[in-house]
Nanobody, 121 residues
Framework: QVQLVESGGGLVQPGGSLRLSCAASGSIFSINVMGWYRQAPGKQRELVASATSGGSTNYADSVKGRFTISRDNAKNTVYLQMNSLKPEDTAVYYC???????????????WGQGTQVTVSS
């Protein structure tokens, strides 16, 4: 079984920073893409940032210049450094991974349980 476990959410004032972590564990051969999505109340889940195993990254326009995604491939962990947080960043943040459980197997997609980020004064 594969699990994605997030940590690092919480309450922060506007302009503040938070760092989210997501560790993948279980029967994993390789992880192709790891990313962060978020879902605010009444809105659809949206991509925040993603990173490939080769180091390519992708960001939503709304977070460019403020958020940084990084990976530790040896630890199967992805991080999201969030700076200059705004109230509109308030959402549940979900970790996501496309991974293979064994060589030449098709990629499978997994989600974490989500962590709440609240930006408020």
């Amino acid at each position: 079984q594969v699990q994605l476990v997030e940590s690092g959410g919480g309450l922060v004032q506007p302009g503040g920073s938070l760092r989210l972590s997501c560790a993948a564990s279980g029967s994993i051969f390789s992880i192709n893409v790891m990313g962060w999505y978020r879902q605010a109340p009444g809105k659809q889940r949206e991509l925040v940032a993603s990173a490939t195993s080769g180091g390519s990254t992708n960001y939503a326009d709304s977070v460019k210049g403020r958020f940084t995604i990084s990976r530790d491939n040896a630890k199967n962990t992805v991080y999201l450094q969030m700076n200059s947080l705004k109230p509109e960043d308030t959402a549940v943040y979900y970790c996501n991974a496309d991974l293979q459980v064994r060589p030449r197997s098709p990629p499978l997609n997994y989600w974490g349980q989500g962590t709440q980020v609240t930006v408020s004064s």
